[in-house]
Nanobody, 122 residues
Framework: QARLVESGGGLVQAGGSLRLSCAAS????????MGWFRQAPGKEREFVAT????????YYADSVKGRFTISRVNAKNTVYLQMNSLKPEDTAVYYC???????????????WGQGTQVTVSS
């Protein structure tokens, strides 16, 4: 079973940047497409970004396009989410997700991390 552990969350002022990391273990990392989701207080969990197994393809939610960048280093079993120009509405718990199928990881991934809190102050 894949295990996903997020890190890098914290408190940042609006306009600032953070980089989230997700370390994977338990399975062959390069066999999995990876994704990031977020859940703000009182709201449903929403898709943020996904990246294919080889990193050739990426896909972003409209709300983060141009500000966030997803990347991965298969040799380190790690996926990243670089977040720039952060806004207060980006405040949420951010979750890493994994699935063998690229199209599935953006919708109903099979594996989830425990989440990391990102708070953007105005």
């Amino acid at each position: 079973q894949a295990r996903l552990v997020e890190s890098g969350g914290g408190l940042v002022q609006a306009g600032g940047s953070l980089r989230l990391s997700c370390a994977a273990s338990g399975r062959t990392f390069s066999n999995y497409a990876m994704g990031w989701f977020r859940q703000a207080p009182g709201k449903e969990r929403e898709f943020v970004a996904t990246i294919s197994r080889s990193a050739i393809s990426t896909y972003y939610a409209d709300s983060v396009k141009g500000r966030f960048t997803i990347s991965r280093v298969n040799a380190k079993n790690t996926v990243y989410l670089q977040m720039n120009s952060l806004k207060p509405e980006d405040t949420a718990v951010y979750y890493c997700a994994a699935d063998p199928v690229f199209s599935t990881v953006a919708a109903t991934p099979g594996y989830w991390g425990q989440g990391t809190q990102v708070t953007v102050s105005s």
